[in-house]
């Protein structure tokens, strides 16, 4: 089921299985997907990394997540794009910039708890009925139940990644970095450019992050350019000295030392083996 509006706002809704998945991997422009498991074995491959998830996990994938099936043994997807819902807009709203689709290097599953499962289903069947409603408050009606299925799930989340261990404030300091470097992890490369930005200090960063996460500012850049370098390599013809200037790198023998020292091998190898689907080590 599907909603499309006069100014090419999109929302839909499916059902998925072993036999019917061509959909997930159909992301258009500004698209982004929920992901929700309702069976347990699954299997799929996303930006080339294998993930298994179970009954009752939901994914957050944005237009940038490269995925192939392997096998669904069943789920619900919904995807909306920028006009029908904008994340960075409704931010203050909803709060999950940098949470559930703009985490970075990270894919956001979230386990949703036995407690929580009936609420979200409700919401669920909230949207598929007024999919159905064809009147002149359809789409404020769906975007309000997008919305609160989103607060729903970016409260789970928050939890499980021990966000409530600090205040409202430094939350939001972690989810601005987390999408500034989102926006500029190209061009921008060290901690304190993102903390000039931010108006704080490396070192109050480095503390932030300590609390939730064992990885530091800085391997959260290096690992948003090696997610891109890796998309690059497995997904596109560019060249490797293309790739190397587009991801911000002097010139090819800097950015091959950086692949090497966190993939073990070079850019070729590595592009080598995965589209030949050998093993690289």
């Known amino acids: ?74 789920a619900k997807m919904i995807r909306f794009n920028r006009p029908f819902y904008c994340i960075v807009d409704h931010d203050s709203e909803v709060g999950c910039k940098g949470v559930l689709f703009f985490g970075a290097s990270s894919l956001p599953v979230i386990s949703i708890p036995e407690d929580e499962v009936k609420r979200l289903k409700t919401v669920f069947e909230m949207f598929l009925l007024e999919l159905k409603t064809k009147d002149d408050l359809q789409l404020e009606m769906l975007q309000m139940m997008l ?70 500012p800085l391997q959260f850049i290096k690992d948003r350019r090696m997610l891109e370098a890796r998309r690059l390599l497995r997904y596109t013809d560019n060249s490797i000295k293309y790739i190397a200037l587009e991801l911000g790198f002097e010139d090819i023998q800097t950015f091959g030392r950086f692949f090497r020292n966190n993939e073990g091998v070079s850019p070729s190898i590595y592009r080598d083996t995965k589209l030949s689907g050998k093993t690289a080590y």
């Open 1 to 74: 089921m599907q909603y499309e509006g006069h100014t090419n706002e999109k929302l839909k809704i499916y059902h998925l299985n072993e036999n019917q998945h061509d959909e997930l991997t159909n992301s258009g422009e500004s698209d982004l997907t929920l992901l929700w498991f309702t069976e347990e074995n699954n299997h799929l491959i996303i930006d080339n990394i294998d993930y298994c998830f179970s009954n009752n996990q939901i994914v957050c994938l944005t237009e940038f997540h490269h995925i192939e099936v392997k096998h669904i043994s069943g």
């Open 147 to 216: 919305k609160r299925f989103l607060i729903l799930c970016a409260r789970i989340y928050k939890k499980q990644v021990n966000y409530f261990k600090m205040d409202d404030n430094q939350i939001n300091i972690i989810r601005e970095y987390n999408f500034l470097v989102e926006q500029h992890f190209k061009t921008i490369h060290t901690v304190a450019e993102y903390a000039e930005m931010l108006h704080k200090s490396p070192k109050t960063l480095s503390n932030l992050f300590s609390t939730i996460s064992s990885k530091t």
